[in-house]
């Protein structure tokens, strides 16, 4: 079995700051990528951030600039540091990890979502 887990989410104001971090853990052999996912009511789910290895990095054109991805691999933990937030920012934000198990089953898991709300 694979565990996805993120934490840091709740309430900031806008302009503030915030940093959601998510582990992956289990029976794990190799964690290929990781990303942040993010899903506001009545949106499709989105992708925010997304790290291969250790500088191979991508984000959105909302969140560039603002938002910084990093992972430490031996913990298959990556971190997502979201500065100068925006109302437009609010939703559930979610971990996804593609990786290959024990068993060698290459799959997509991922965590249960954190909620984070920007506002006044």
């Known amino acids: 079995q694979v565990h996805v887990v993120e934490y840091g989410g709740g309430l900031v104001q806008p302009g503030g700051s915030l940093r959601l971090s998510c582990a992956a853990s289990g029976d794990i052999l190799r964690v290929h990528s990781m990303a942040w996912y993010r899903q506001a009511p009545g949106k499709q789910r989105e992708l925010v951030a997304y790290?291969?290895?250790?500088?191979?990095?991508k984000y959105s054109d909302s969140v560039k600039g603002r938002f910084t991805i990093s992972r430490v691999n031996a913990k298959n933990t990556v971190l997502l540091h979201m500065n100068s937030l925006k109302p437009e920012d609010t939703a559930v934000y979610y971990c996804?990890?593609?990786?290959?198990?024990?068993?060698?089953?290459?799959?997509?898991?991922w965590g249960q979502g954190t909620l984070v709300t920007v506002s006044s």
């Open positions: 996804n990890a593609r990786l290959t198990t024990t068993g060698l089953s290459t799959l997509d898991a």
């Open positions: 790290i291969m290895g250790d500088v191979n990095t």
